[in-house]
Every structure is written in C-alpha cells, then in structure tokens.
C-alpha cells in the first residue's frame, strides 16, 4: 500500500494544473487529484473549506501556509477554529468591527483573523 499524499503534493498539482478559467466545479482539480491519489474527496472538501478553500483557487491563496505541506491528507490536521481557540484568541463584534476579547465574554467568538496572522507569523 502507497503512503498517503501530503497537501504539498496537492498543492503543487492545482499550482501546477490550474487554468485561468475555472472548471463550473468548484473542486474539479481537487477532484482529479483525490481520484489519482487514492482520496476521499468528500473528507478532504470540509478540511480545506475550513481554511477559506472553497473552490481550487481559493485553495492556492488561501490554504496554502495553514496547514503544512508535509502534513498527510487523511490525518487530522487543526483547524483556524481549534488553532484560535488554544492559543486563546476570542473577539466580538464592538463599535467599528471586531474586537479583542476574554473567552469567557458572552458573545465571544474564536479570532480566526488573529489565528491566520499567528499561524503566519511563526
């Protein structure tokens, strides 16, 4: 048995194959790759939505830096959600936008902002 591909391996091939007209489907190369690698394509979609992928583009600019690239598909990987929620970033909506607060506020929300700037960051 073949070992699982890394999302580095799926990264490469949408970077690789993606086309400046975008196929009607949102996952059409996402697609392609699960069915040459041996993925379940209706298990990696959520992942990669979770991260802001929606469509194969969006999974260049948006997932790209979030999860490893050595990291296997199939394996859990953790979420913006999760990543905000053990470091402790919560915000709520304050006059002007989203602001910084306790977990323990009473509408507070995990910071995915701040938790995409972190995970950038280092």
């Not at 591909?5 to 086309?19: Q, V």
């Not at 996952?27 to 802001?52: K, N, R, T, W, Y």
């Not at 050595?70 to 979420?79: C, F, L």
């Amino acid at each position: 048995m073949t070992s699982p591909p890394t999302y580095g391996t799926l990264f490469t091939y949408l970077k690789n194959r993606i086309r400046k007209k975008q196929s009607a489907e949102p996952f059409h190369l996402v697609h392609e790759f699960s069915a040459l690698h041996g993925v379940d394509p209706d298990a990696l979609a959520p992942i990669l939505q979770g991260f802001g992928g929606y469509d194969d583009l969006e999974v260049l600019f948006n997932v790209v830096g979030r999860i490893p690239e050595e990291a296997k598909i199939g394996t859990p990987v953790e979420t913006l959600e999760q990543y905000a929620v053990r470091h402790g970033l919560y915000c709520r909506r304050g006059e002007g936008g989203l602001v910084e607060c306790p977990a323990d506020a009473p509408d507070a929300t995990p910071d995915l902002n701040r938790a995409v700037a972190l995970m950038r960051a280092g």
